[in-house]
């Protein structure tokens, strides 16, 4: 086989031959550009950056790491565990957070950069892995107990096998990486192409295994990074990792059919199964939608506000743990506050006071006490405030995003 022929495995899903695929992309761009407008665009934000933390929970839980929402958080806060292997985790997981905002930083610098070249993969790495403490940094071969270091964002010097696959030898992966710069430059593609190839690029990337370590975290970040390049209307308020984290065992198999070499003439125009590609990114689109349509009804107005008064209750009758060790009950008018400062995004302190209806004085106190609680936040100690999305409660606002216990 010459090298043109081994490279051409980089050749793309045509999605001609594949309607119901092109079908599902055209949901996806539908119901998640939805998701954008439901929202005021300031509270939006803010449950996007929550969301980042629990982004974070799932890609390290697929990785086999379990750092629960509260603990990220509270590594956020510089507040880390006292547990050696526990700190790692909380740093890792701050790690993956960085990179989400690097990567809309960058992109937003640059947005006709190439998200599919060498230097951004290995940028990708580099920004994740530098970050991880020096345990963290460490690839253990399987068959011979070796352990070598990651060095962050170098390509692999030898050749790798992940389950029953074996990545191209390192001597091509150069090759391979050009090809697939220039297949899946996400400017190559118009109209809905761009977001059927998204799934496809996440299965050669995989399939390529380019880095010692770290490959599946870097082909999550890449397809976060696709979406945003788009730009898919909603995303953010939705990610692909939970969906993935949840269905583990389907995406992992998904992959492996995805591996298989072509079979004839009528499967596709490089040496790997056109089939079993399709049948990769329809399965990773349904994820798409199951996580799209879960964000709807848990940002559906009505049901979001319902929540909020469902959560004041709880922590009125003492049903439910505060936040803060020392909190006292809410009142019932913090639903009132919370629930205004979700709708309009964000709110003068004296306005807030005035819907709950409150006299100033108590009004002012159980401001104070919703803004030490981290529900609601401001950036200076007199200026407006809007919604937060402490970990400890996001979980009753948004029920099942992660498990309530486990910290």
Known sequence: MNMWEYVSQMEPLYPSSSPRLVDIAREILSRSAILEGRLHPITKKSITEFLRITNSYYSNLIEGHSTHPVDIERAMRRDYSNDLAKRSLQMESLAHIECQRRIEERLGADPTENISSPEFLKWLHRIFFEQLPSELRRARNEETGEEIEVIPGEIRHRTVKVGRHIGPGENVLPQFLDRFASVYHPESFHGIDPLV???????????????????????????????????????????????????????????????????????????????????????????????????????????????????????????????????????????????????????????????????????????????????????????????????????????????????
């Open 197 to 407: 190839a998204a799934p496809a690029a996440h299965h050669r990337l995989t399939w390529i295994h380019p880095f010692l370590d770290g490959n599946g975290r870097v082909a999550r970040l890449h397809t976060d990074a696709w979406f945003m390049k788009l730009p898919l209307p909603g995303y953010g308020l939705w990610n692909i990792s939970r969906g993935i984290a949840r269905q583990k065992r389907g995406y992992t198999s998904a992959l492996v059919r995805a591996d298989a070499p072509r079979q004839g003439d009528l499967n596709g125009r490089g040496n790997l199964s056109q089939k079993g590609l399709t049948y990769f990114c329809e399965f990773f689109f349904e994820v798409c939608l199951d996580q799209i349509d879960y964000m709807g009804g848990m940002l559906a107005l009505d049901g979001l506000l319902e929540r909020i008064r469902g959560y004041v209750n709880l922590r009125k009758e003492k049903s439910i743990a505060p936040p803060l060790p020392a909190s006292p009950p809410l009142k019932k008018e913090a639903a009132y506050m919370l629930q205004d400062v979700l709708l309009r995004g964000e709110a003068a302190r004296g306005d807030v006071i005035r819907c709950s209806g409150m006299a100033e004085r108590t009004g002012r106190i159980l401001l104070g006490q919703l803004l030490r609680e981290g529900l609601l936040v401001s950036d200076t100690p007199k200026g407006p405030v809007r919604f937060g999305f402490p970990a400890s409660v996001a979980g009753y606002l948004f029920p099942d995003l992660y498990p309530m216990t486990g910290h």
